[in-house]
C-alpha cells in the first residue's frame, strides 16, 4: 500500500534551519506531484509549497518564499522540504501529499486534490 513517511522536524531556535524529508513507497513517484501542508494548534491545515512531477517548477505561500525550499528526488522517491530562518509562526506538523497528476509540470495548493498523506512530522521554533 502507499505509505509517506515524514521525517526531520524537531526543536528549534529562531533562525535556524531543519531539513524535512518525506519518503514515498508503494506508489509510482514520478507520476505524482507532491506537496508539503501544515497545521498549526488550534488552525486549518494550510498549503506550505508544492513541486510537479518534472521537479523543476515549485511554487510557495508567501509567508515562507526566500526561507523554504522544496525539491524532490525520483530516484529516491523522496521529496525534501529545507526551511531556513525559522521562525515561531512557523511552528506547526508538517504533511507531505502526494496526487497523481496527468500533467508533468503542473502545481497543485488544494488539501482537497491530493490522494495520499503522510502522518505528520511537529517542527516547533521558539523564540
Known amino acids: 500500500q502507499v505509505q509517506l513517511v515524514e521525517s526531520g522536524g524537531g526543536l528549534v531556535q529562531a533562525g535556524g534551519s531543519l531539513r524535512l524529508s518525506c519518503a514515498a513507497s508503494?506508489?509510482?513517484?514520478?507520476?505524482?506531484?507532491m506537496g508539503w501542508f501544515r497545521q498549526a494548534p488550534g488552525k486549518e491545515r494550510e498549503f506550505v509549497t508544492a513541486?510537479?512531477?518534472?521537479?523543476?517548477?515549485?511554487t510557495y505561500v508567501d509567508s515562507v518564499k526566500g526561507r523554504f525550499t522544496i525539491s524532490r528526488d525520483n530516484a529516491k522517491t523522496t521529496v525534501y522540504l529545507q526551511m531556513n530562518n525559522l521562525k515561531p509562526e512557523d511552528t506547526a506538523v508538517y504533511y507531505c501529499?502526494?496526487?497523481?497528476?496527468?500533467?508533468?509540470?503542473?502545481?497543485?495548493?488544494?488539501?482537497?486534490?491530493?490522494?495520499?498523506w503522510g502522518q505528520g512530522t511537529q517542527v516547533t521554533v521558539s523564540s
Open positions: 513541486i510537479s512531477r518534472s521537479g523543476d517548477r515549485t
Open positions: 501529499a502526494a496526487y497523481r497528476s496527468s500533467y508533468y509540470y503542473a502545481l497543485y495548493s488544494r488539501l482537497d486534490v491530493y490522494d495520499y
Open positions: 508503494g506508489l509510482t513517484f514520478s507520476s505524482y506531484a
